[in-house]
């Protein structure tokens, strides 16, 4: 099957799906870029598994997948790298008891309140010491605001039942961009010293309660036998995607929406939680555990794919070295597939592809032919328009990396991208 030759099925796009479809239940919780709606799992999920059967994806990201998977009564792993990925999928796929979450709800209201009010000196210096010593929150933070988020973070670390802990650190997560000078509007890393000043215990206070309704709609909408069983049905990990924890020919099915070459960049669109949580210590440190990471030299690695090796050869410099392990990176997370996937098991990847320095990067067409050379064949090929996408939509064809829209040069990002599904031979 010819990807160029492949026509836009306008059915996968889910055009007429709002922003109300797109984040039912859990799937609104936090604004995480490059995420595939949830209809968009949900399909592949239903046409190319069955009830019972096991789901994985190796890129979970917030958990969209898996998500649909237990909502569709299938077992879901997933796997993530990035430490706020994996603490945002598990709070969207466990089940926590409304009252319990209403209640630890009232008492945080009370308490914030008091030490906003009559004990915030005293409070400040308690909670400052939970804050981590890093330079990067004071350059995205003002003052009032880090003292504030800093009260709020060290009362939420006080709860006891880690499920519910958790589920605040994920409200406040959501709270921390708003509630800092990153350009609002923007998911590049941008200032904006004229910004408004938003409240952060009042942006805190209305994500909790509008996470606490979509929660109670979670837990509605699983079958009991799954809500009790949470942890037979789901299992999320922070861990490389090359180390599934899958044994061996037991999964039907994987769906998955991998990063792409320039995957660093999603580093620094997490890094405002991952700041105030200590995952990370500096940035650069942080991108190296990245997919496609150019600090890694591989020189002699056999990509299994021609069109992969003449990509790589018609670029340049450090960017040579970033696709070629890109493709090595992604060629060892299919050989994983290979590995816990059922014979007549199914991968679905959703991608597109991209261009550097003038060479087109055939993301698709490269990762079919690394497919077929493990010991799968091309079962479907479907190309989809993204009507939208929470990725700048916009790159420089030089650089790859997300530009401003006013730079002629500039071209539109992933107007489209390609579901491939290959079966395991």
């Not at 037979?232 to 995607?241: A, E, G, L, P």
Request: overall charge positive; charged content about 30%.
């Amino acid at each position: 099957m010819v990807i160029s030759k492949t026509k836009i099925d306008y059915s996968w796009s889910f055009s007429d799906k709002t922003i109300k479809d797109t984040s039912y239940i859990t799937h609104g919780y936090y604004t995480y870029p490059a995420k595939f709606i949830p209809q968009l799992a949900e399909r592949l999920i239903k046409e190319n598994s069955a009830e019972g059967d096991m789901v994985i994806d190796p890129f979970m990201g917030s958990g969209t997948t898996i998500i649909e998977a237990i909502v569709n009564s299938r077992i879901g792993i997933g796997t993530d790298i990035n430490e706020i990925a994996n603490l945002i999928a598990k709070v969207k796929t466990t089940p926590i008891d409304n009252l319990t979450l209403t209640e630890e709800y009232c008492k945080l209201e009370k308490d914030l309140t008091k030490r906003m009010n009559g004990q915030f000196a005293n409070s400040l210096r308690k909670a400052l010491l939970k804050v981590p010593n890093n330079e990067r929150i004071d350059y995205w933070f003002l003052p009032q605001q880090k003292e504030r988020l800093a009260i709020i973070l060290a009362r939420i670390l006080e709860i006891e039942i880690i499920s519910v802990r958790d589920f605040f650190l994920v409200t406040f997560a959501q709270i921390l961009k708003s509630s800092s000078i990153w350009l609002q509007k923007s998911v590049k890393p941008t200032r904006d010293l004229n910004k408004k000043i938003y409240s952060p215990i009042e942006l805190f206070f209305a994500q909790s309660k509008k996470m606490i309704k979509k929660h109670y709609e979670f837990n509605k909408i699983l079958k009991s036998e799954v809500r009790e069983n949470i942890d037979t049905f789901r299992s999320v990990q922070c861990s490389d995607s090359r180390k599934l924890p899958c044994k061996n020919e037991k999964a039907t099915l994987i769906v998955t929406s991998p990063p792409y070459v320039t995957s660093y960049e999603y580093a620094d669109l997490h890094q405002l939680p991952s700041l105030w949580f200590g995952f990370m210590k500096e940035l650069p440190e942080f991108r190296q555990k990245f997919i496609g990471s150019s600090y890694k030299t591989r020189k002699n690695t056999d990509l299994k794919s021609k069109l992969a090796n003449d990509i790589v050869s018609n670029l340049k410099n450090k960017k040579q070295n970033e696709v070629r392990n890109y493709f090595a990176d992604m060629l060892e997370t299919f050989e994983e597939t290979k590995r816990v996937l059922k014979k007549g098991g199914r991968a679905c990847i959703v991608i597109g592809n991209t261009e550097f320095q003038g060479v087109k990067i055939l993301n698709a067409e490269v990762f079919q032919q690394q497919f077929e050379n493990i010991g799968f064949k091309t079962h479907d090929v479907i190309k989809r328009e993204i009507p939208s996408k929470m990725l700048p939509s916009t790159r420089d064809p030089e650089t790859g990396r997300f530009g401003k829209a006013t730079n002629s040069n500039i071209k539109m990002a992933y107007p489209t991208e390609y579901i491939l599904i290959m079966e395991k031979l």
